[in-house]
C-alpha cells in the first residue's frame, strides 16, 4: 500500500524494526522507494542512538542505516563509532538466539564491516565472555575480513581451537598471501627486556604463528620454536597450541624418529596433548605403535614419561601395563636415565647434577621474601626420584588397612595420590619398598620404633634405601632445567597443561600422571597434592624460615613432630601457588591433610648396584 498510501510509512517502518533478518532487505527497499530518504534515515539514527529503545529495535535501525548510511566521511564515521559497540554486542545476541540467520545478517551488515571489526575482535578474543559468543565472532569476522590477510591472521594467532577451525579454511583460500602475513608475524620483535607480563603477548603469538605455518606445511617454524631451550615459554605456547589444535599429527609423526632428543621429546608431548577424536583415525594405530616404541626403547626419560602420557590420554592403559612389564627391575639398568621397579614407580636417574639454582628472583609474581632467596647449591651424589606421586593402590600393599582409602573425597581412583598420612607414615612405606625391593636392611634410611615413628639415619644421604627427596632434589627435580617461575615458564594460566590446581579439579585430587610432565619427564609437580620433603623445615631467632646453603648434606636435630617442608601447589589453591619455588611447612605427626601427599626417592650408587 506504501506506493500509493504514503499513511502507511510509519507502520512499514515499525514493521522493519521487528522483522525477520531475510525480511529487512525487500521492507527497506519498500520504505525508501518512494519517501523521504534523508528522514528515513534521521529516524533510524534516532532509533538506534536511544539506549531506552528495545534492543532489537534499535540493532534493526542500525541494520538499515548500514544501507542507508554507510560511513563515508568524518562525521558518520563518528556516528558509526559511537553506536557501533552496541551493534556488535546485539548481533552476537541475535546470533545465539538464532543461529539460522547468520547468513542473512552477515551479508546485511558488511557495509559497515570496518567500524564493528574493532567491537567484535574485543568479544572474539574475551575469554570472559561465553564460548557461543565467542563462536559467532569468529563466524561473523571471518566473512567481514577473508579477504584481509592482515586482518585474518591476527585473528588466528589470537583464537582458541573452535575458531580458529572456523578460520582455518579461509586462511588457506587466501594462499600465499596469508602465508606471507604470518611469515611476518612470525617474525615480529620480542622485547628482550620488561616482565613476563610485557613479554607474553608477543611470545605468544610467535609461538601460535609458528603453529599456523605448520598447517601450511612448514615446519621450520615450529623446529626453531620449539629448540628454543632459552624460553621456556616460547616452547610451551607452542607445543599447547600444536596439542590443542591437532595440527599436522602426519607431519610430527614423520619426523618425531629423525631428530635429536629435545626436538622429539617435544614433539611427543605436542602428539601427546592431542585429544584422540581430533585425530585423523587412520593415524590412531601408527601414533599408538611409535608411542609404544618410544616408551619402551627411548633412554631418555622425559620421551619416556611424554609416550606414557601419550599412551594414557588416548585410553591404551591396558597396553601400557603389559609394555611396562618387561621393565620391572630393581634398580639402574646400563645407560637409560629411568627404570621402573617392582612396585611401580618409574625412577627418574640424575648423576650427580652438581650445582643447582634454588629460590626466586625478587620480581617474580607472588614470592615469598623470608622464604626463597635466590641461591646455588649442590647436589654431588646420583639419585633418582619418582616420576609420579605415591599412589593409594601403591600404599595401600604396605598398609591394607589404611583407612582412608574408602573415604571418595580423598581418594576418587585406585590411582589417584594416596593422602591423610603423617610423614612419619610416608618414612615407613619407604623402607618397606626399600624391603620389598630387596635393598638389604643396612641401606634403609629410616629407623622406626613403636611401629609409628621413623626416624632419619644420619647418613641418610649415602644410604640405598628408598626416602623422601630433599627440598633441594625435589626443586631440581621441578624445575627440570628452568630458572623461570613454574617449569612451563612464567604464565601461570598454562598451569592447565600441567597442574591440578584448585581452577581445574573442583578442589578434588586426580589420578596421577594424567597431565603432561615436564621436560624431565616428572608429572604433578606443580599441583595435585603438596607433597613431604625429607628436609627439615627451619626457622631462625626470630621466626623467620632460614634455608640451607651450599652442599645438600643430611639434616641434623630432627623432632618428632617438628616442621618439614612441603612441595607443589595441590588442588585446594590457586594455580599461581605451585611455583617452583614455593614451599611451606607442617608439622610431621599432626600435620596430615586430604592435600598431602609424597613421591619417593633414593641415593644411587656411581656403578649402578643400588640394592647392597
Request: with cysteine.
Amino acid at each position: 500500500l506504501l506506493p500509493v498510501d504514503a499513511t502507511q510509512e510509519k507502520t512499514v517502518f515499525e514493521g522493519l524494526l521487528i522483522a525477520r533478518p531475510k525480511d529487512v532487505a525487500a521492507i527497506l527497499d519498500a520504505l525508501t522507494s518512494g519517501g523521504d530518504r534523508d528522514k528515513i534515515v534521521k529516524q533510524f539514527w534516532s532509533e538506534v542512538s536511544e539506549p531506552k529503545n528495545l534492543p532489537g529495535q534499535r540493532f534493526r535501525a542500525g541494520v538499515a542505516l548500514a544501507r542507508l548510511d554507510p560511513p563515508k566521511s568524518d562525521e558518520t564515521s563518528g556516528s558509526w563509532q559511537k553506536v557501533s559497540p552496541f551493534l556488535a554486542r546485539q548481533l552476537i545476541a541475535e546470533l545465539a538466539a538464532d543461529t539460522t540467520s547468520v547468513d542473512s545478517w552477515i551479508e546485511l551488515l558488511l557495509p559497515i564491516r570496518t567500524p564493528l571489526y574493532a567491537d567484535l575482535r574485543a568479544i572474539f578474543v574475551d575469554s570472559k565472555q561465553p564460548a557461543i559468543d565467542r563462536h559467532m565472532a569468529a563466524t561473523v569476522l571471518g566473512e567481514f575480513v577473508e579477504d584481509e590477510p592482515g586482518k585474518l591472521v591476527d585473528l588466528m594467532l589470537e583464537a582458541e581451537p573452535e575458531q580458529y577451525a572456523i578460520l582455518l579454511p579461509k586462511l588457506h583460500r587466501l594462499g600465499e598471501p596469508a602465508k606471507a602475513e604470518l611469515v611476518v608475524a612470525y617474525h615480529a620483535p620480542i622485547p628482550t627486556e620488561g616482565n613476563a607480563d610485557q613479554r607474553r603477548r608477543p611470545v605468544k603469538r610467535r609461538a601460535h604463528a609458528a603453529v599456523a605455518l605448520l598447517d601450511f606445511g612448514r615446519t621450520d617454524p615450529l623446529r626453531e620454536v620449539l629448540s628454543t631451550s632459552s624460553d621456556p615459554d616460547l616452547c610451551t605456547y607452542a607445543e599447547d597450541r600444536v596439542s590443542r589444535l591437532a595440527t599436522r599429527p602426519d607431519l610430527l609423526l614423520q619426523a618425531v624418529g629423525s631428530v635429536g632428543t629435545g626436538l622429539r621429546a617435544s614433539y611427543v608431548r605436542c602428539l601427546a596433548g592431542m585429544l584422540r577424536d581430533r585425530i585423523p583415525e587412520e593415524l590412531h594405530e601408527p601414533l599408538a605403535a611409535a608411542m609404544a616404541r618410544l616408551f619402551t626403547n627411548d633412554p631418555d626419560p622425559g620421551i619416556h614419561s611424554a609416550a606414557e602420557w601419550a599412551l594414557r590420554s588416548w585410553g591404551h592403559e591396558s597396553r601400557l601395563a603389559e609394555l611396562t612389564k618387561p621393565f620391572v627391575t630393581a634398580g639402574v639398568v646400563q645407560e637409560r636415565r629411568w627404570y621402573i621397579n617392582h612396585a611401580g614407580h618409574t625412577m627418574i636417574v640424575f648423576h650427580k647434577p652438581g650445582a643447582v639454582q634454588i629460590g626466586s628472583p625478587k620480581d617474580e609474581p607472588g614470592r615469598d621474601a623470608d622464604d626463597e632467596e635466590l641461591h646455588s647449591r649442590t647436589i654431588d651424589r646420583t639419585f633418582s626420584i619418582s616420576s609420579k606421586e605415591t599412589t593409594l593402590e601403591q600404599f595401600a600393599k604396605y598398609k591394607p588397612d589404611f583407612r582412608h582409602q574408602k573415604r571418595a573425597e580423598q581418594a576418587t581412583t585406585p590411582d589417584s595420590p594416596v593422602v591423610m598420612l603423617t610423614w612419619h607414615r610416608a618414612a615407613q612405606y619407604c623402607n618397606w619398598l626399600s624391603e620389598k625391593e630387596g635393598i638389604s636392611s643396612d641401606q634403609w634410611c629410616y629407623k622406626v620404633s613403636n611401629n609409628v615413628n621413623a626416624t632419619p639415619y644420619d647418613d641418610y644421604l649415602t644410604r640405598t634405601g628408598y626416602r623422601l627427596p630433599t627440598d633441594t632434589e625435589w626443586e631440581f627435580a621441578c624445575r627440570a632445567g628452568t630458572s623461570t617461575a613454574y617449569s612451563w615458564g612464567n604464565d601461570p594460566e598454562m598451569f592447565r597443561r600441567y597442574s591440578w590446581a584448585v581452577e581445574n579439579s573442583v578442589g578434588q585430587v586426580r589420578p596421577v600422571g594424567g597431565l603432561c610432565p615436564n621436560l624431565f619427564g616428572l608429572f604433578d609437580m606443580h599441583g595435585n597434592v603438596g607433597e613431604w620433603t625429607q628436609s627439615i623445615y627451619r626457622y631462625d631467632s626470630k621466626g623467620r624460615p632460614v634455608i640451607g646453603n651450599g652442599a645438600d648434606i643430611e639434616d641434623t636435630g630432627f623432632f618428632l613432630d617438628g616442621d618439614r617442608s612441603l612441595r607443589g601447589g595441590n588442588v585446594g589453591q590457586p594455580g599461581q601457588y605451585g611455583r617452583s619455588a614455593n614451599r611451606f611447612p607442617s608439622k610431621a605427626r599432626s600435620g596430615v591433610s586430604t592435600r598431602f601427599g609424597f613421591r619417593v626417592a633414593r641415593t644411587v650408587k656411581p656403578e649402578g648396584n643400588s640394592n647392597k
